[in-house]
């Protein structure tokens, strides 16, 4: 079985390592994301750095990859695959349509602002109005594992095709208690996790984030860490000016600090779901019950789901969300 895994961002890209992780007997070949026709002509034109089509991202695929020991069809031209697995269907370029295709849930998903009203009346513009809001919408799927029940309705909402939807899990967000285990150094800490709307051409007023973050703390050690994406030299200046005795961390892992922290402050970070898994205390942009009703479930087996998911599609046959979800449960 050859099967082609399409990364993008890191949290893409390791959800992507464990799955193939849980294809021992496949032959896994991995990608940076991919594009064709205009978002392609414009991510050589470098006018699309500041997303996983940019350099910056692509270049962290393949070192991750490189590292880790996996094999590498750049593109995805080599074909001959079994199955695709991706993290978005944003952009599905059109030599990859002709095979099964695994969507992945990445983890939260954008508010429903104008671009995804657009996207959902046109679906032809999903390329060019990029919001994870839209994340399903393409139809260019087989076969969409979602992260809980509670993600299923709400992608069916949205307007996915409840036939094509399976509930999984998603690896990464699905055993949090396993970040307990961290050498973290410090403890009960009020921990701010940035975001790169900035980055993504959505408006944040990071001024207001910081203040807010300073007075939930009411004088408990502040960490910030600052998103892989965002320029963190900016940021860094930002918070030396309202917060000057925050501990800033670039490369720290966040699943980890948030294990250590007392309370998490997000905006639209899908770390949000370790924190409401570990039962910290949590603000974040989204109304924190409805977050509740999403929360990815937690057993720790989402990769081996998703597997089961990729066999039986190679294997040509039909898969059903409910019965792979439950029979690979312990």
């Given at each position: 079985m050859?099967?082609?895994?399409?990364?993008g961002s890191?949290n893409?890209?390791?959800q992507?390592?464990a799955i193939?992780?849980?294809?021992?007997e496949?032959?896994?070949?991995?990608s940076?994301y991919i594009?064709d026709?205009?978002p392609?002509?414009?991510r050589?034109?470098g006018?699309?750095?500041r997303?996983i089509?940019?350099t910056?991202a692509?270049?962290?695929?393949?070192d991750?990859?490189?590292?880790t020991?996996?094999?590498m069809?750049i593109g995805g031209?080599h074909?001959?695959?079994d199955?695709?697995v991706t993290?978005?269907?944003?952009i599905?370029?059109?030599?990859?349509?002709?095979?099964?295709?695994?969507?992945v849930q990445?983890?939260?998903?954008?508010p429903?602002r104008?671009?995804?009203r657009?996207v959902r009346?046109?679906p032809?513009?999903l390329p060019y109005?990029?919001?994870?809001?839209?994340?399903?919408?393409?139809?260019l799927?087989?076969?969409?594992c979602?992260?809980s029940?509670?993600y299923r309705?709400?992608?069916?909402r949205?307007?996915?095709?409840?036939?094509?939807?399976?509930?999984?899990?998603?690896?990464?967000?699905?055993n949090?208690?396993?970040?307990?285990?961290n050498?973290v150094?410090?403890?009960?800490?009020?921990?701010l996790?940035?975001s790169?709307?900035r980055e993504?051409w959505?408006v944040?007023?990071?001024r207001e984030l910081?203040?807010?973050?300073?007075s939930i703390?009411r004088?408990r050690q502040i960490?910030?860490?600052?998103?892989p994406n965002?320029?963190h030299?900016?940021a860094?200046?930002?918070?030396?000016r309202?917060i000057?005795?925050?501990?800033v961390y670039?490369?720290k892992?966040?699943?980890?600090?948030?294990a250590?922290c007392?309370?998490?402050?997000?905006?639209?970070?899908s770390?949000?779901?370790?924190?409401?898994?570990?039962?910290k205390?949590?603000?974040?942009?989204f109304?924190?019950?409805?977050?509740?009703t999403?929360?990815?479930?937690q057993?720790?087996?989402a990769a081996v789901h998703?597997a089961?998911?990729?066999?039986?599609l190679?294997?040509g046959r039909?898969?059903t969300?409910r019965?792979?979800?439950?029979?690979?449960m312990p």
């Open positions: 050859n099967v082609l895994f399409i990364g890191m893409q890209t390791t992507m390592a193939a992780d849980a294809l021992p496949a032959r896994s070949s991995f940076p594009a026709g205009l392609e002509r414009l050589r034109c006018l699309l750095e997303t089509l940019g910056a692509q270049r962290r695929v393949v991750y990859c490189e590292r020991g996996r094999h069809d031209r074909g001959g695959y199955v695709v993290c978005s269907d944003l599905v370029p059109h030599h990859l349509r002709r095979y099964p295709m695994v969507l990445e983890g939260m998903t954008d429903e104008l671009a995804f657009i009346r046109f032809s513009l109005l990029p919001t994870t809001s839209a994340t399903g919408l393409s139809d799927y087989t076969m969409f979602v992260a029940e509670g309705r709400h992608f069916v949205k307007g996915v095709r409840p036939e094509k939807i399976v509930v999984t899990g998603i690896p990464n967000f699905d949090a208690v396993g970040y307990l285990q050498s150094p410090h403890r009960g800490y009020v921990l996790c940035t790169d709307m993504t959505k944040e007023n990071r910081l203040l807010r973050t300073r703390a004088g960490i910030v860490k600052l998103h965002e320029n030299e900016r860094r200046r930002e918070i030396a309202i000057p005795d925050a501990i670039t490369d892992s966040a699943e980890h600090l948030i250590n007392s309370v998490l402050v997000t905006r639209l970070s770390v949000v779901f370790i924190g409401l898994a570990l039962g205390e949590v603000h974040s942009d109304p924190i019950a409805e977050l509740r999403l929360l990815p479930d057993h720790g087996k998703i089961q998911v990729c066999r039986q190679a294997q039909m898969v969300g019965r792979i979800a439950s029979s690979a």
